[in-house]
């Protein structure tokens, strides 16, 4: 019982990858698979991505808590955790960015992955330095956010593959919802992202 949170948190990237290849197969991206791929084919990979993301996600809670509860906190659990977010999120975001032009979501997605890059090289960077830069409590939300927002964008981008209704009157509400939540998301990723930088800084100083 011990090892099951570094299990979850495993699972975690396995499913972050699988989403990805997912999304890019169900995009004509995969060599070999483009000539091949019938409407029902790509209905199914799309479903397929958005249920991986949407379990991966849930792990992300789950291992948590598990590790709290079960008293199984562990330095390799700590390294794996944020990775997972990392790869779950990112991968999400490239994944969706596959599946065709989407011009409200571009520049949120793209501030997103800036500033997981950044904070990334800021951790290792004040690690060398014996710099820990802890997780805050609006870092936790933005993961949350974050996670929510994807889902939502996805099930939009991947709309007929669940045989939703095309009616306007609904699937223009949906979108909406979607990316508003995914900007709103970007904008706490970005002050989290200030506020690592600015502990950097004074640590480092």
């Not at 990237?13 to 890019?24: R, T």
């Not at 490239?94 to 890059?117: S, T, W, Y």
């Not at 060398?128 to 994807?150: F, I, R, S, Y």
Request: proline letters at 5%; glycine letters at 8%.
């Amino acid at each position: 019982m011990k090892h099951l949170p570094n299990i979850l948190t495993s699972m975690r990237l396995v499913l972050a990858l699988f989403m990805f290849v997912a999304l890019a197969a169900a995009s004509g991206s995969v060599p070999g698979l483009a000539d091949r791929l019938t409407p029902e084919t790509q209905f199914g990979l799309e479903r397929w991505a958005v249920y991986a993301f949407v379990i991966a996600a849930v792990t992300d809670f789950f291992d948590g808590w598990l590790a709290r509860k079960l008293n199984a906190t562990s330095v390799w659990g700590a390294i794996l955790d944020p990775i997972g977010d990392k790869v779950l999120v990112c991968g999400a975001v490239l994944g969706l960015m596959a599946l065709g032009p989407q011009p409200m979501v571009v520049l949120p997605a793209g501030l997103i992955l800036f500033r997981e890059f950044t904070v990334s090289a800021l951790r290792e960077v004040g690690a060398g330095k014996g710099v820990k830069l802890p997780v805050t409590m609006l870092a936790k939300w933005k993961t949350t956010v974050q996670l929510t927002a994807l889902a939502l964008e996805l099930i939009v981008a991947a709309w007929g593959a669940f045989s939703l209704p095309e009616d306007p009157a609904i699937r223009g509400p949906a979108t909406l919802a979607a990316h508003g939540l995914f900007w709103i998301a970007a904008i706490i990723t970005l002050v989290t992202g200030a506020q690592y930088w600015e502990q950097t800084r004074k640590a480092l100083s």
